[in-house]
């Protein structure tokens, strides 16, 4: 396995390589009871969540929030690559965040919190408000609507990295959001997983969100920016 990392450029220790296989093995057996991910195969496991994951981590600095886990992408795997990266892990459902603790404990990583909860509402928290210096999300919405759960979290300076598909299209979407939410988008590069098109989107925060945002969920997704 650690040849599909080094397909990418990712010269892995054992020791992490190691982190990878019981991370494997524990979302194949939680998988087996919850879904947690369709995707279970291992080489596919290993491309389509892992390396994929890892994608960002050059971008990723200090502090970071990531927004919606889920299974722990692309949190656990950043945490594997840069074990000197404080992670928070955020996602609405009670189990997936049970998991996400379990996977933590087992691989006893240091620096990382899990927080059960709505990005929405964590985000007008004054202990996570506009305190990291990075936020991650995969998987979760739409750009203009992750960038107004995402962007309040994060510190003016920092950045907001969001990992799409085809992003041409939401890039062009979210123009007011980024706008109105204080972002601009640094970067935007297109990588090749294998055949599928990733895009891992930076978004530099250049000014305060305004305490208005995040709105109601209800809000966000019957009017979005
Ligand atoms: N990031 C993971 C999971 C994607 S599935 C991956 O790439 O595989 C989307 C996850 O986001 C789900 O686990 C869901 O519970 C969570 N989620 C969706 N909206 C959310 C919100 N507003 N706040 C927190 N978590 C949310």
């Keep these: 396995m650690e040849k599909i990392f080094e397909n990418f450029g990712f010269d892995l220790t054992e020791k992490q390589t190691i982190l990878f296989e019981k991370y494997y093995e524990i979302l194949s057996e939680y998988n087996s009871r919850f879904n947690l991910t369709s995707i279970t195969e ?3 496991v290993y ?3 892992f390396v994929d994951s890892l994608f960002g981590g050059k971008f990723i600095e200090g502090s970071f929030i990531d927004v ?3 299974g722990g992408f692309p949190a656990i795997p950043l945490k594997i690559l840069k074990p000197e990266l404080k992670a928070t892990l955020l996602d609405a459902t009670g189990k997936k965040c049970e998991f996400l603790k379990t996977v933590a404990k087992e691989l006893e990583l240091k620096d990382i919190t899990v927080i059960c909860g709505r990005a929405e509402e964590l985000a007008h928290d004054k202990f996570y408000r506009e305190k990291f210096d990075c936020a991650t999300a995969r998987a979760v919405a739409a750009l203009p609507v992750l960038t107004e759960y995402c962007l309040p979290f994060v510190k003016k300076g920092g950045k907001f ?3 799409k598909g085809d992003a041409a299209e939401e890039i062009k979407n979210s123009e007011n959001a980024l706008k109105i939410l204080g972002g601009e988008i640094e970067r935007a590069e297109k990588l090749d997983l294998s055949g599928n098109l990733r895009t891992i989107i930076v978004v ?3 000014k305060e969100t305004g305490a208005e945002f995040p709105r109601t969920n209800a809000r966000i997704k019957k009017k979005p920016l």
């Design 204 to 206: 530099k925060k250049v």
């Design 47 to 49: 491309l389509k969540h």
């Design 68 to 70: 919606g886990s889920g």
């Design 42 to 44: 291992k080489n596919e």
């Design 161 to 163: 990295v969001a990992y």
